[in-house]
């Protein structure tokens, strides 16, 4: 890798270049230009190869990128071309949903566990997972090889879990709650609020009609 300080912007840009060259790949396409990448992903082409850039060297002059080999490379320089096993805390609707969600796994990450701290949920199965109660996140987490943490529990819940999660040594924390959470500062935590999106829909909308 060439740079440590790749701009957040890029990482995500990088996750639909992947979505992108996976779908080109399943309709047969084995090489691809580009300038048609750019606009498969709806970017310019400088711009890609400027994100490319921070991880090495891809695509040949005058033929353009071999589908197959950019998905890997940035599959590899990402940190996916294994599989990371998650812990999900707060088995509501949310939780729930994710649990269903099996591309989870197709994508390198597996939801190998399900905490709950409500009394009528501990020891059910769901999605052939036992819902276990936090407090035994600790022992199970080194046992399981549990790295990333999914908080997706109410918001007064979310610190609670936080703690859990932290508590077992968890290395990175995805929280869907709508709360902010205090964690030590090795801990990298990323927030999904879909209401986010929503706004900046309606602030779009909005300005187009002025």
């Not at 957040?8 to 396409?29: F, H, M, P, W």
């Not at 900046?200 to 009609?209: C, K, M, V």
Request: net charge negative.
């Amino acid at each position: 890798m060439k740079s440590e300080h790749i701009p957040k912007a890029t990482i995500g840009r990088l996750a639909v270049y992947i979505q992108v060259l996976e779908n080109l790949l399943r309709d047969g396409n084995d090489v691809i230009s580009s300038e048609k990448l750019a606009r498969a992903c709806s970017v310019n082409s400088s711009q890609i190869r400027k994100d490319l850039a921070y991880f090495g060297e891809f695509g040949v002059r005058g033929v353009g990128y071999y589908v197959q080999e950019l998905i890997t490379s940035i599959k590899q320089s990402l940190g996916i071309d294994r599989v990371w096993k998650c812990a999900l805390i707060g088995v509501g609707n949310m939780g729930t949903a994710l649990l269903r969600h099996h591309d989870f796994e197709k994508r390198g990450f597996k939801i190998a566990a399900a905490f709950d701290c409500d009394p009528d949920k501990i020891g059910r199965e769901f999605e052939n997972l036992e819902i276990v109660c936090p407090t035994h996140l600790k022992e199970q987490a080194p046992e399981m090889g549990l790295e990333i943490g999914i908080i997706t529990t109410p918001p007064d819940r979310a610190q609670r879990a936080a703690n859990h999660l932290v508590d077992a040594n968890i290395r990175g924390i995805i929280n869907f709650a709508p709360a902010r959470i205090n964690v030590p500062a090795h801990i990298p935590v990323e927030y999904v609020d879909f209401f986010d999106h929503l706004y900046a829909i309606a602030f779009q909308i909005t300005l187009g009609n002025d």
